[in-house]
């Protein structure tokens, strides 16, 4: 089935060490987007890449690092998890930027 | 940044049309509006997105004034299954334009 693929569905992850989440889709969508998403709020935008090859910092990018080396992968780094990078993370992909975006079903982190 | 105002929620019954209104004031002549819905413990998938007038499809219709200040979103006869939150985002397609999520509106479909 097409679509957007996350993992790890759920980590818990001591703090201070390092992390990769996963974001595979294939779709050949040219944008992705990595969001987080705390209790009861909205998402908000952690790092986005327009195209294969670059991107961009969200509202809340400290902490967290990106790579697009091919259209269809998208992770994210947590170079060293700290407790208030406990979240709920999405990953999403459109054709353009800010055209109807496709979301994964979301990796659960949870830093102790 | 267009920012959005929406209710933090309400409650409907089912079989009723319910409307959704967001405000976004200062709205700017590139943007676009674009809601989706979020189910608990899932990603936000999209419902509708317009620039002006009226857009429909299968799930819902979407209702922009002329002056774009606000826009409605219409769900056609909800079930229980329509409760989930939703979210109005407003903004252009120019490639360095980040979209602002906010709380959404909590929506509660009562039997």
Known sequence: IAGITQAPTSQILAAGRRMTLRCTQDMRHNAMYWYRQDLGLGLRLIHYSNTAGTTGKGEVPDGYSVSRANTDDFPLTLASAVPSQTSVYFCASSVETNTEAFFGQGTRLTVV | LAK??????????????????????????????????????????????????????????????????????????????????????????????????????KLIIKP
Request: a neutral charge; glycine letters at 6%; hydrophobic letters at 30%.
């Open chain 2, 4 to 105: 959005t105002t929406q209710p933090i929620s309400m409650d409907s019954y089912e079989g009723q049309e319910v409307n959704i209104t967001c405000s976004h004031n200062n709205i700017a002549t590139n943007d676009y509006i674009t809601w989706y819905q979020q189910f608990p413990s899932q990603g936000p998938r999209f419902i509708i997105q317009g620039y002006k007038t009226k857009v429909t499809n299968e799930v819902a219709s979407l209702f922009i004034p002329a002056d774009r200040k606000s826009s409605t979103l219409s769900l056609p006869r909800v079930s229980l299954s329509d409760t989930a939150v939703y979210y109005c985002l407003v903004g252009s397609r120019d490639s360095n334009y980040q979209l602002i999520w906010g709380a959404g509106t």
